[in-house]
């Protein structure tokens, strides 16, 4: 592996642990908020603080892309899956179950398939403006398509999110390769553009996550986990030139590791999450619930020391 490839498996290492801390902020949110619509979210600070953590998670990201291809990339964010899964159990005060288990597993490890076959040099080519243009046309039809009103909203604006997403990422890396290229200005109108439309599918992918979650947590990050590199994988594969090791053995190992990784989401479609009694003096900020899970182990591995019983009048030893 060569070291701009090793960099940007590290950069998308930590990314995904953010995304994961923000997605189970997200979740614990809306478990919360089920009927708050977006104007109530815009005033809660908890929401923003989970925007924070997605926007230092997104960061990562983009620097990732200056080093790796959008199919090195982006299938390392299956990562944010194995983490969020145990993190949102321990938050919600329940163990993981066997099902989310192996459905965890066996997207982890289609995902690993496709990233063997995805590995390549660092970036050169870029979108053009007409391909980004046409490229957002048709995604933003697409997730129309999905947010309509129907059955299972959940995964069909998870689906949306991660179309979203991936697509938010096929132009970034657009963005950063044009605007470091020192061949052309820094500020071209193709790097403006294809910028304003990175805002845009970033911020709608997070808001429809943000629906995506009120049904549970494991199925519809399950399918945003599987979604967004399937959408990244379309554009690095036909548009960028970014293609498949291997040959035909690299094609083969790429659908069965999609087919494992879908049969993995399948699974984790199934879990019903556990309702969460909240109780009128529940006002913990669901951020701080999620970063302090240490802090939360401590305390209970110290519940379970003896106690030693005090006499009146009698010092206690110190």
Known sequence: MSTAALIAVLLSLVSAVAYAAAAVAQERLASRNSGAGLIRLLGSGAWWAAVGLNAGAALLHVVALKYGPLTLVQPLGALTLVAAVPMGARVAGRRVSATEWRG???????????????????????????????VAGTTAALIGV????????????????????????????????????????????????????????????????????????????????????????????????????????????????????????????????????????????????????????????QALLPQQKQEPGQLTAL
């Open 104 to 134: 965890t597993a066996l997207t982890l490890l289609g995902l690993g398939a496709l990233l063997v076959t995805a590995s390549g040099p660092a970036p050169h080519r870029v979108l053009s403006l007409t391909e980004a243009l046409t």
């Open 146 to 301: 999905l947010s309509r009103r129907g059955t299972r909203p959940g995964l069909r604006h998870a689906t949306a999110s991660g179309f979203a997403s991936g697509v938010a990422s096929a132009l970034t890396q657009t963005v950063t390769v044009a605007a470091t290229d020192r061949s052309g200005p820094v500020l071209s109108v193709q790097v403006i553009v294809v910028a304003l439309l990175v805002a845009a599918f970033a911020v709608g992918g997070l808001l429809l996550s943000q629906m995506a979650y009120r049904g549970g947590l494991g199925a519809p990050l399950a399918v945003v986990t599987l979604s967004n590199p399937v959408a990244a994988a379309v554009i690095g594969l036909t548009l960028l030139g970014q293609g498949l090791q291997g040959g035909a053995a690299g094609i083969l190992l790429a659908l069965a590791g999609a087919g494992l990784a879908s049969w993995g989401v399948f699974l984790l479609t199934r879990v019903t999450p556990a309702t969460r009694q909240v109780e009128p003096d529940d006002d913990e900020h669901p951020v701080a619930a999620v970063l302090a899970l240490e802090s939360a182990r401590v305390a209970a591995e």
